[in-house]
């Protein structure tokens, strides 16, 4: 990929606040404070003149070690409607002399959650830019489901999204799987959501292995609609279940309020940082600190649910070829996934609590020569742990 962050996980959250008033440096700051990596800029919009504080922004970006998905909507898919190909080329070309060979400069974002009227509009922006910019495109693609209506909205059933996704990958040069789903947040109808977002993550890495790119997806820090208000344990549960099923990269939902009161993000419409700021800062900074540098080395080689399952995943019967057993003292609801570390080879499993209101102890025993590492763990709510297939000798 081209200038994405990949020797480590990704921690990065979504927005669409407009550059007036915003203060650059602090901005970085709270960004940088509460564990991302990457970060999302402010809306510049088509006849925005603050070009300095993109800069401006992209320099406090690389003052903190930190790179930039840009939201510069001169360059969004919609631009194709309005634009001849060779005016939106050159709108390319300006917004790479200005802002797309500076360090910081991660991604131009340019559509989100494309339809069927749109699809093919991203898929050419993303090509073009591919074709003149030393950074890439990002497109976020919609949730799937399994109905008549998601077929009027994409043109195809949901089970054909992996040959979709694919075929835009290999027409327009995609360098980053991303989708959003909010579906284990859904206080309404909470199992069939739940079916939702675990066969989302399973498709979703199906097509991103399928074409060779990393799989980000979306998880929710600010409830919405029929989506409940996260606390901890939920943000935990939603990193780990993403990790488990062989997610690179988190964006959350989102970071600021927008004008539309859309819900209660972590920092409100005064700029003030409410509660969730500081679950969202502990489980983004927790994770990093654990589990950020392993994340990008680790290729997922089969993930089981055990005491239920959702999603169309697998349910663990003691299948596995290295793991003998398992067992949770609780038999709630749990996930084990299997990776190969792709520079040593060696077999790493990540077990997950699957329950976001209770600890759980598991109980998991290997197949020699690895049977030293039997054991087991107490995980809180959400949490998961990772275990490294190791001989004694090494």
């Known amino acids: 990929m081209k200038c994405f962050i990949t020797d480590k996980l990704v921690m990065s959250f979504w927005q669409y606040s407009s550059f007036a008033g915003r203060d650059m440096q602090e901005s970085v700051q709270t960004w940088k404070e509460a564990g991302f990596n990457i970060g999302f800029s402010f809306k510049y919009h088509v006849n925005d003149t603050c070009k300095d504080k993109m800069i401006e922004l992209l320099d406090c970006c690389h003052e903190n070690g930190m790179k930039l998905i840009m939201f510069d909507d001169r360059l969004h898919c919609h631009r194709l409607r309005e634009l001849s190909e060779e005016d939106y080329r050159k709108e390319v070309q300006r917004s790479v002399e200005e802002f797309g060979r500076h360090p910081a400069a991660a991604a131009f974002f340019v559509c989100d959650e494309p339809t069927k009227d749109t699809l093919s509009l991203a898929e050419k922006a993303v ?72 066969d989302n993550l399973n498709t979703y890495y199906r097509t991103a292995r399928k074409t060779n790119i990393p799989l980000w997806t979306s998880l929710l820090c600010t409830g919405h609609w029929h989506f409940k208000q996260p606390n901890l344990s939920d943000m935990r549960w939603q990193v780990s279940t993403a990790l488990a099923h062989g997610v690179k990269g988190i964006q959350w939902f989102m970071l600021y309020d927008n004008e539309d009161a859309l819900g209660d993000s972590p920092i409100d419409v005064y700029n003030e940082k409410q509660p969730s700021y500081y679950d969202l800062k502990k489980v983004n900074r927790e994770y990093m600190a654990q589990l950020g540098h392993i994340i990008p080395k680790l290729e997922l080689e089969e993930v089981y649910h055990y005491g239920n399952t959702y999603g169309r995943t697998q349910l663990y019967t003691r299948c596995d070829e290295y793991l003998k057993d398992f067992v949770a003292k609780y038999r709630d609801f749990a996930l084990i996934s299997r990776f190969k570390h792709v520079e040593t080879g060696h077999i790493w499993y990540m077990f997950v609590n699957g329950s976001r209101e209770a600890g759980n102890f598991f109980s998991y025993t290997f197949s020699e020569p690895y049977a030293h590492l039997n054991g087991g763990r107490w995980l809180s709510p959400g949490k998961c742990c990772l275990v490294e297939l190791r001989e004694g000798d090494e």
């Open 127 to 198: 090509r073009i830019i591919g074709e003149i910019s030393p950074i890439p495109a990002m497109v976020n693609f919609f949730p799937m489901w399994r109905s008549k209506d998601y077929v009027d909205l994409m043109g195809v059933m949901g089970a054909d999204i992996e040959e979709l996704y694919s075929d835009f990958v290999k027409n327009s040069g995609l360098q980053c799987m991303a989708y959003d789903c909010y579906g284990c947040m859904n206080v309404r109808e909470p199992e069939a959501d739940m079916e939702i977002y675990f």
